[in-house]
């Protein structure tokens, strides 16, 4: 059974700080890594996507992938009121194909 | 900026009805996804659908499920005899080829509530 595990949180922090979310998948064959956000209600929404080892940097928001230690991560720098939302990380195998979700963690930023 | 589309965005349906649910993806994409969120837990894939075939499909859909693309637009999911544990939050999703890394971004539509009493 594949699966993307994270913390359900919820996660609070205050506004201006940096939020660091983790995942941790089972799969070895996962190739893509996505963080979606959701507001409740709400669908998915693509904030990042990364597919090699390391860090990537998107404006606030930075990735980091170890497939090794079969780990993501997003962390939010300068975290905004609005951030606060359920943050899903998902995985897949192929450059094309289902994506597996985590149940997600609710991030809650204090003004 | 073009977006995944779907309706109606709330379904109240009696248990045993069959429901369709439609969904209109971005026009130039060529791979369509169905998931679904029951309330409270996660997103889970149901079915993709590329080239006019189901190209994978989980545990999830059964015979109760059917996908169809009738024209060149539309992109449909049929439940045949609702169940209450079929009560979620129904989102479609498309993806399509395009340059670099964004070639295989899913979008998705903003869902629809299904209701099964």
């Known amino acids: 059974q594949k699966e993307v595990e994270q913390n359900s949180g919820p996660l609070s922090v205050p506004e201006g700080a940096i939020a660091s979310l983790n995942c941790t998948y089972s799969d070895r064959g996962s190739q893509s890594f996505f963080w979606y956000r959701q507001y409740s209600g709400k669908s998915p929404e693509l904030i990042m996507f990364i597919y090699s080892n390391g860090d990537k940097e998107d404006g606030r928001f930075t990735a980091q992938l170890n497939k090794a230690s079969q780990y993501v991560s997003l962390l939010i720098r300068d975290s905004q009121p609005s951030d606060s939302a359920t943050y899903l990380c998902a995985v897949r195998r192929g450059s094309q194909g289902n994506l597996i979700f985590g149940k997600g963690t609710k991030l809650s930023v204090k003004p | 900026e073009p977006e995944v589309t779907q309706t109606p965005s709330h379904q109240v349906t009696q248990m045993g009805q069959e429901v369709i649910l439609r969904c209109v993806p971005i026009s130039n994409h060529l791979y369509f996804y169905w998931y679904r969120q029951i309330l409270g837990q996660k997103v889970e894939f149901l079915v993709s659908?590329?080239?006019?075939?189901?190209?994978?499909k989980s545990e999830i859909f059964d015979d109760q499920f059917s996908v169809e693309r009738p024209d060149g637009s539309n992109f449909t999911l049929k439940i045949r005899s609702t169940k209450l544990e079929d009560s979620a939050m129904y989102f479609c999703?498309?993806?399509?080829?395009?340059?670099?890394?964004?070639?295989?971004?899913?979008?998705f539509g903003p869902g629809t509530r299904l209701t099964v009493l």
């Open positions: 659908f590329y080239n006019n075939e189901i190209s994978e």
């Open positions: 999703a498309s993806s399509g080829l395009g340059l670099a890394e964004r070639y295989n971004e899913q979008f």
